[in-house]
């Protein structure tokens, strides 16, 4: 099992920055990969980046609400990763979650094991 807790969240205006960060614990040999995903009241579940924990490889959404704006990568230690959040807009109002899997993916699937989520509001 792997146990991971996010942190960073909170509430913030439009156009500020805002880093979260995500912490695996337990077998996070077997589940090498953490993903970022995000989701919105009534919306699904999105993806948004994964990163290897070890190597540093990432992936990213091709989304164009996201691209250049929110970006992953390895905190201090081997298991913590964060995610740095640019240029807030009231639509990245969510509930952001991190999440341990086996590959690097968009799909919720190769995640295994999540984290209970860090509420992000952008007020306007």
């Known amino acids: 099992q792997v146990q991971l807790v996010e942190s960073g969240g909170g509430l913030v205006q439009a156009g500020d920055p805002l880093r979260l960060s995500c912490v695996a614990s337990?077998?996070?040999?077997?589940?090498?990969?953490t993903g970022w995903f995000r989701q919105s009241p009534g919306k699904e579940r999105e993806f948004i980046a994964a990163?290897?924990?070890?190597?540093?490889?990432?992936?990213?959404s091709e989304d164009e609400s996201m691209k250049g704006r929110f970006t992953i990568g390895k905190d201090k230690g081997n298991n913590a990763v964060y995610l740095a959040l640019d240029s807030l807009k009231p639509e990245d109002t969510a509930v952001y979650y991190c999440?341990?899997?086996?590959?690097?993916?968009?799909?919720?699937?190769?995640?295994?094991?999540w984290g209970v989520g860090t509420q992000v509001t952008v007020s306007s």
């Open positions: 337990g077998d996070t040999l077997t589940y090498p990969v």
């Open positions: 999440a341990a899997g086996t590959t690097l993916s968009r799909r919720i699937a190769p995640y295994a094991y």
């Open positions: 990163i290897w924990r070890i190597s540093g490889l990432q992936y990213s």
